[in-house]
């Protein structure tokens, strides 16, 4: 793919890219925001360094991209962004953000956020990655048998086995019940039309229709294929990084090896539709 007004570095073959030339603090033209968008649609998660950006330039950023997701568990409304979620971890904190296993923000809501945008104004001096893991590479490695198996299937991911006696967790913010839902284990890209995987050990409880062994099976066997370190990238956080990543086709894990050293920064993100 050719670009005109940004600089585009693949990370790794299968996902990731670094963005060069341009400051995410002012809106985009036209021609800017569509490589933007085409970056992430071929990279999957793209990064940027260097970038300076008020909690209102962030947000707007992210508008540009679509509506933006509330969390049904979290979130800032006191600071009048009731779609931002603030990202902290210190020598207090016993469990980060995103650090739990590998998966897809939100895959519990019946329209699982689109994308989400990390802003990190404070990082470790060492520690503290995240790997993205590409679900497109994952499906396309599977034999056709096992692809058309697994293209029949739906499985369910609930909030409450995740959010359930967390103490940072903050009163709902849209609705009373945490949200269960239920999604194809393969899901089709609106945008780019390709197959990936859709299902994460964190959200997912398990496949319908099958026995709770089969179910099982079925389940560790694409966490352990997703674990290759053939479809993942790795970024390395520093301050003012920005994060942004397709959650349609890409999973993530935060590394939480940098205690007592602090991370902090902020998150919006932009909704999405029903899987198919």
């Known amino acids: 793919m050719t670009y005109e007004t940004i600089h ?108 989400s945008i990390l802003y990190l104004t404070e990082a470790p001096g060492t520690g503290g990655d995240t790997l993205f893991a590409s679900m497109y590479a994952a499906h396309e490695d599977l034999s056709g048998t096992m692809q058309r198996f697994l293209s029949g299937l739906t499985a369910v991911h609930s909030a409450p086995q995740v959010y359930d006696g967390r103490q940072e967790q903050s009163p709902q913010l849209r609705d009373e019940t945490p949200p269960v839902s239920e999604h194809p284990v393969v899901r089709t890209h609106p945008v780019t039309g390709r197959k990936a995987l859709f299902v994460n050990e964190i959200f997912t409880s398990h496949i319908k229709d099958v026995t709770a062994a089969e179910s099982a099976a079925i389940l560790g066997m694409l966490y352990e294929h997703i674990r290759q370190p053939k479809y993942h990238c790795r970024f390395r956080w520093r301050a003012n990084s920005v994060a942004f990543w397709d959650n349609r086709c890409a999973q993530h894990y935060a590394m939480f090896d940098y205690h007592p050293e602090v991370r902090r920064g902020y998150r919006f993100t932009v909704a999405g539709d029903r899987p198919v």
């Open 8 to 115: 585009v570095e693949p990370v790794t073959p299968r996902i990731g890219a670094e963005i060069g030339g341009i400051d995410l603090s002012k809106p985009l033209g036209n021609q800017t925001f569509k490589e933007v968008h085409d970056a992430l649609m071929e990279h999957q998660v793209i990064f940027f360094r260097d970038q300076h950006m008020t909690i209102d330039q962030h947000k707007a950023f992210a508008r540009q991209f679509g509506e933006l997701h509330i969390h049904p568990m979290f979130g800032s409304g006191d600071l009048g962004h009731p779609e931002l979620l603030i990202i902290r971890a210190d020598e207090t904190t016993k469990f980060a953000a995103g650090s739990g296993g590998w998966h897809s923000d939100v895959s519990c809501d019946p329209e699982p956020p689109m994308g």
